[in-house]
């Protein structure tokens, strides 16, 4: 495995007000944790594209590179104002949501930053499910052609317990699949398997060769180790699978109760002694 990450979002603005802090600083924190990697989401304050300049753009990756940061993946911020919904009816939401794509492509090309991830959108009420998988199977086929040229890689995310197009690792398999690109993968969040009251473990094998990218949550979006996930199969499965990706926690973010750096120091020290146990 290439790491540990840590997501941005109990640092920010995004989902539900919680504790919000500049980006220097979250990476301060995170690199002072022992973590290897950052997962940015797109969000204000830290990383909404427009609110960018080149000049904080290179500050920023000249901070990652000083803490020895890697950026293990980026994400857009859905919903709010703007929806960047892939597959809303309103063509012009479309038409915005993959500019706005390209915009966060781009950007992890400029912070060195592998991977972006797909939250392909969700089904609005009037629009087929069919019709709503088309319009985000057209606008990942458009983003994906633009992130080959950068070197970026699209992974798709099944999100059942935030949206109702891409539930399962079937769906977030075929989405791909049918892009034909060789740079759209598949990830999956440990969170969302157990929302459906499915095996985490499970999405690893059924994923296999197509996985690209892991999200580390317990149930209730508490740290790995203090819900009901089993993550000693998860770790498994992934050694099984000979998964060369990182392991970005994404917890912490669902309440305004939640203090960010506990959340970030508990998550490591559980998942660090889990590993060792696989050595």
Not at 51 to 56: N, T
């Given at each position: 495995?290439?790491?540990?990450?840590?997501?941005?979002?109990?640092?920010?603005?995004?989902?539900?007000?919680?504790?919000?802090?500049?980006?220097?600083d979250?990476?301060?924190?995170?690199?002072?944790?022992?973590?290897?990697?950052?997962?940015?989401?797109?969000?204000?304050?830290?990383?909404?594209?427009?609110?960018?300049?080149?000049?904080?753009?290179?500050?920023?990756?000249?901070l990652?590179?000083?803490?020895?940061?890697?950026?293990?993946?980026?994400?857009?911020?859905?919903?709010?104002?703007?929806?960047?919904?892939?597959?809303?009816?309103?063509?012009?939401?479309?038409?915005?949501?993959?500019?706005?794509?390209?915009?966060?492509?781009?950007?992890?090309?400029?912070?060195?930053?592998?991977?972006?991830?797909?939250?392909?959108?969700?089904?609005?009420?009037?629009?087929?499910?069919?019709?709503?998988?088309?319009?985000?199977?057209?606008?990942?086929?458009?983003?994906?052609?633009?992130?080959?040229?950068?070197?970026?890689?699209?992974?798709?995310?099944?999100?059942?317990?935030?949206?109702?197009?891409?539930?399962?690792?079937?769906?977030?398999?075929?989405?791909?699949?049918?892009?034909?690109?060789?740079?759209?993968?598949?990830?999956?969040d440990?969170?969302?398997?157990?929302?459906?009251?499915?095996?985490?473990?499970?999405?690893?094998?059924?994923?296999?060769?197509?996985?690209?990218?892991?999200?580390?949550?317990?149930?209730?979006?508490?740290?790995?180790?203090?819900?009901?996930?089993?993550?000693?199969?998860?770790?498994?499965a992934?050694?099984?699978?000979?998964?060369?990706?990182?392991?970005?926690?994404?917890?912490?973010?669902?309440?305004?109760?939640?203090?960010?750096?506990?959340?970030?120091?508990?998550?490591i020290?559980?998942?660090?002694?889990?590993?060792?146990?696989?050595?």
């Amino acid at each position: 495995m290439k790491g540990i990450s840590f997501n941005t979002w109990p640092y920010s603005g995004f989902p539900v007000w919680v504790p919000s802090y500049p980006l220097d600083d979250v990476i301060n924190r995170i690199s002072s944790f022992g973590y290897d990697a950052i997962e940015i989401g797109c969000a204000s304050p830290h990383a909404w594209p427009d609110y960018l300049s080149q000049e904080r753009r290179k500050e920023i990756g000249a901070l990652l590179k000083q803490k020895n940061l890697a950026v293990s993946a980026m994400l857009p911020a859905p919903g709010g104002g703007p929806g960047v919904n892939a597959s809303s009816p309103l063509a012009e939401e479309r038409a915005f949501t993959v500019n706005h794509y390209k915009e966060v492509v781009r950007l992890a090309s400029e912070w060195e930053c592998p991977t972006v991830i797909w939250v392909a959108g969700w089904v609005v009420h009037g629009t087929s499910q069919q019709d709503a998988w088309n319009y985000s199977l057209e606008g990942l086929g458009d983003v994906a052609k633009y992130a080959k040229e950068l070197g970026v890689t699209m992974v798709v995310e099944p999100t059942p317990a935030d949206s109702n197009l891409i539930e399962t690792a079937d769906d977030a398999l075929l989405l791909s699949e049918q892009t034909g690109a060789s740079n759209v993968k598949v990830m999956f969040d440990t969170f969302h398997a157990l929302y459906r009251n499915e095996v985490a473990s499970d999405y690893v094998y059924r994923m296999a060769d197509k996985l690209h990218h892991v999200h580390i949550a317990d149930s209730d979006r508490l740290p790995p180790g203090q819900g009901r996930c089993d993550f000693p199969a998860v770790l498994k499965a992934l050694k099984d699978i000979k998964y060369d990706g990182y392991l970005s926690m994404e917890v912490g973010f669902h309440t305004r109760q939640a203090e960010p750096d506990w959340y970030a120091r508990t998550s490591i020290e559980y998942l660090k002694a889990e590993l060792a146990k696989l050595d």
